[in-house]
């Protein structure tokens, strides 16, 4: 059977160990919260990487991000080529108010056009102002972090690993042109001027030695 008042006995112990303990409590909007880097706050857009290709619509949950887009014929690069084709964005707009910040369409996106921002405080009284339009997002890109650093110990991306070899070939490739150029340049000068040195020798020895008047006589 229960000793009476054991229950308050035990409230008022925990009530004593909380206030020998210091205070936790954050003082926001007055002091703002230090929040991890990789924090999903609002979603920023990288206009220049976009191509239009409408896999992050196509593969957001809510449907809550909206696209427009027109296509535009470029000239040929060169004479004789041909025509090219491509999408230019006229709207891209996320509603937040649908948004369940999943990241999914950062993480299908594969030109690294859509980025996580910390930033969190975009309250607003009115639910339309929650549907933030290409503008918008594109100030949320100030906000972003830097990447954190690669890990030391971490074994080599095999795109960057790829490109060094590419760059060590062409690079290989280069200086045995050079050298080959060389060897054919030094080769050449010899070859020329070997002949030239001894046929003018010959020349000069054969008319010092016969001569029209003493060949006569």
Known sequence: ??????????GLAVTLRTMTKKTVTARYPDVQPELPPRSRGVIALFEENCTVCMLCARECPDWCIYIDSHKETTPPAAPGGRERSRNVLDRFAIDFALCMYCGICIEVCPFDALFWSPEFEYAE????????ERDKLREWMWTVPAPPPLDPAAEEPKEVAAAHKAAEKAAQAAQAAREAEAAQTDGGGQADGGPQTDGGARADGGGSSERPGEGEA
């Open 125 to 132: 009284t009115d639910i339309l102002d929650l549907t933030h």
């Open 1 to 10: 059977m229960p000793i009476p008042g054991s229950g308050l006995a035990k």
